[in-house]
């Protein structure tokens, strides 16, 4: 689990967090929510300890990030996994070079070790027999199961995704949302997705925090966010033609 209190964070004059309070649970895919502005890209670099709040903490299970010393934050962000929003995989390596890419970084396993580990993560994000194939070779879909298998590779207590679905089409968006919930529940992670898609969030999203302008406008889950009576988030989630006929439908009472 994560723990968030009180978040604070700005840049010089500009306030972009403001006072944020929540938790995400382990085991579970929790989303952050969001018109442009609202600050989820901010929020999810402080969970990445990539920028440092003035104010609040961040616990990770029973660690307070702002009370560890600079290798103890060192080895908690080694427990964490990421997968970009562009993929972010490196053009003149193999999929399995890509994969194996964390391993090399921050483990000191041999060689045969880490190449068990890439042919056990490609497999279960069904890449098998793609190991040899350059970035460029295989389509969007596949480019984020690499990624997905990279993030994993060091079993990660953490896992985070910046807009995991960007760029692909409705169908393989659904198959990348479902394979980051099975990886979630079967290794037991703490899931954060910074997302705008509502196919996400009508999918596969079990916590769910919307923010406004920095605050913490409102969290439940993917139930609860088309009950909820909030403007802000009816406005937000409404938004689409899609979701505009299911509002109609449900206030016609079909």
Known sequence: MIHVEN?????GEAKILKGVTTSFEKGKTNLIIGTSGSGKTVFLKCLLGLFTPEQGTITYGNTAYNEL?????????????????????????????????????????????????????????????????????????MQKRVAIARAIVTNPKYLFCDEPNSGLDPKTAIVIDNLIKEITEEFDITTVIN??????????????????????EWEGD????????????????????????????????L
Do not use: C, W
């Open 7 to 11: 978040l604070h964070k700005g840049f």
């Open 69 to 141: 010393n600079e290798q103890e934050q060192r080895d908690l962000k080694e427990q964490m996994g990421m997968v970009f929003q562009g993929s972010a995989l490196f053009d003149s390596m193999t999929v399995a070079e890509n994969v194996r890419f964390p391993l090399e970084m921050f483990t000191k396993k041999t060689k045969k070790e880490m190449n068990i580990r890439v042919s056990e993560v490609l497999e279960r994000v069904n890449l098998e027999g793609a190991d040899l194939k350059l970035p460029s070779e295989i389509s969007g879909g």
């Open 195 to 216: 997302t705008h898609d509502m196919n996400s969030v009508m999918e596969i999203g079990e916590k769910i925090v919307f923010l406004k302008q920095g605050y913490l």
């Open 222 to 253: 993917k139930s609860q966010i088309f009950q909820t009576d909030n403007k802000a988030v009816t406005d937000f989630v409404y938004s689409s033609n899609l979701f505009k006929k299911v509002r109609e439908a449900q206030l016609k009472g």
